[in-house]
């Protein structure tokens, strides 16, 4: 697998926490009522950890001698004041992120520290999988 491959597979994930992050400031904003009691910080949680997602695997593009996307994924983030539906929308993104990088580990042949770096935050996409799935 050469560097231009795992690079663009880095920028799709990099470019899916700009999205996760954008989603997630997006629903702290405008979740609504008794349940903002709880969400509006668990959205907050949640757009900070994409953004430090973001930077590792920044950091990771940057040390394949890639250059980092500044775009966000284009999927349509969906405007809802509906807490169930901010919820299921969450659920996709953290599904779709855990399979991402769990395709990124893959190609990760002889680097050690990018590895673990990248299979922490795959643990973490999966443990937000199950956070929301019990929220749901």
Known sequence: ?????????????????????ALYSHYSAYVKGIHRIHLKAFFDEEASESNTHADMVRAAIVKLGGQAVTDRDPTEIVHTTDYKVMLEEALKTEQKAAKGYEAVLALIKDDEEMYDSIEQIY???????????QLL
């Open 1 to 21: 697998m050469s560097n231009t491959k795992l690079v663009a597979k880095l920028n799709g994930g990099l470019a899916w926490e700009l999205r996760a992050s």
């Open 123 to 133: 643990f973490q996409e999966l443990r937000s999988v199950e956070e929301v799935t």
